[in-house]
């Protein structure tokens, strides 16, 4: 198996790509030239190409003759308000119908809704919070939840991997609630190890396609 990874140089994205390699998987790599040194030893891993490039170049290299993509990009804070990350998405997306390539999972959050969802109080203080203080992050990743849930992306399998507030474990913990926000099980954090181990999980098991899941470390 060949998966294309963008967002590989963030904290989750090494830790996914730490977590493949162990397993012999196959990973193509979309990464700025600025960021390659965050790889570390992975630059040199048998199991991993990287493919240098900015976000408005040609994404074909790296999606070509690949099974599956991934995306670990979210917004920050500090963010533009043209929406950077559904352009992203749907250049990726695009491409993948160029290629053929029909599996993709990519990040959410707390502030992309869905009908199964259950009104809790503690991430509606989250969403209040991200709205107030950075709208246009706010404004991007709503924008990217209403992309996927138009349908006009549904002749792909597309998983949107909802979590709550990141901490930083270095490795999975085991305890993790795959559900929808709301449930009595869930909890508000999740870890970034669990993320990238979850995200490895279903790349086979496909238990969520054109689903929304939220994920949380309990």
């Known amino acids: 198996m ?11 994205g090494v830790l996914f790509v730490h977590q493949a390699v162990q397993e012999n998987l196959y990973v193509k790599l979309y990464c700025r030239p600025q960021s390659l040194s965050k790889l570390g030893s992975l630059k040199s891993n048998e199991f991993v190409e990287i493919i240098e490039g900015e976000f408005d170049d040609d994404f074909t290299p790296v999606i070509q003759g690949v099974d599956v993509v991934l995306s670990f990009l979210g917004p920050g804070f500090s963010w533009p308000s043209n929406n950077p990350l559904e352009k992203v998405m749907i250049k990726i997306m695009e491409t993948m119908r160029k290629e053929r390539v029909t599996r993709f999972l990519t990040m959410g959050t707390g502030s992309i809704t869905d009908s ?103």
Not at 141 to 153: D, E, M, R, T
């Open 2 to 12: 060949k998966i294309a990874v963008f967002g590989a140089t963030g904290r989750t």
């Open 116 to 218: 199964l969802d259950r009104n809790w109080y503690k991430m509606r203080t989250c969403v209040f919070i991200v709205s107030s203080f950075a709208r246009n992050a706010y404004n991007d990743i709503v924008a990217v939840g209403n992309l996927f849930k138009s349908g006009q992306y549904d002749d792909l399998k597309w998983t949107i991997v909802r979590v709550g507030i990141l901490k930083n474990a270095n490795e999975p913990t085991g305890r993790i609630h795959v559900g929808y926000i709301g449930d009595d099980e869930a909890s508000i954090f999740t870890e970034r190890a669990d993320w990238a181990k979850f995200v490895l999980t279903e790349i086979s098991e496909e238990k969520w396609i054109r689903k929304l899941p939220y994920l949380s470390s309990v």
